[in-house]
């Protein structure tokens, strides 16, 4: 939600939390999210990253 209304700063919050949380799906889709935020603010290897930690969960949503 925070991302739609444009507070980055709050959604970036939102998403290093839920990435790094108990539910695993959820987690996956916020270091993809958080990986493309980062990359959109030049944040080449944190995006990277989040990307890789998105990737290696073995979830098949986090192709999307």
Do not use: K, N, T, W
């Not at 980055?8 to 998403?15: I, N, P, Q, W």
């Not at 493309?36 to 990307?51: P, S, T, Y």
């Amino acid at each position: 939600m925070a991302d739609r209304i444009g507070d980055r700063d709050l959604a970036e919050f939102c998403y290093r939390e839920a990435a790094h949380g108990a539910v695993p799906h959820a987690a996956v889709q916020a270091a993809f999210r958080l990986g493309d935020m980062l990359r959109a603010r030049g944040d080449v290897a944190g995006a990277r990253a989040q990307f890789a930690a998105s990737a290696r969960s073995g979830d098949p949503e986090s192709r999307r």
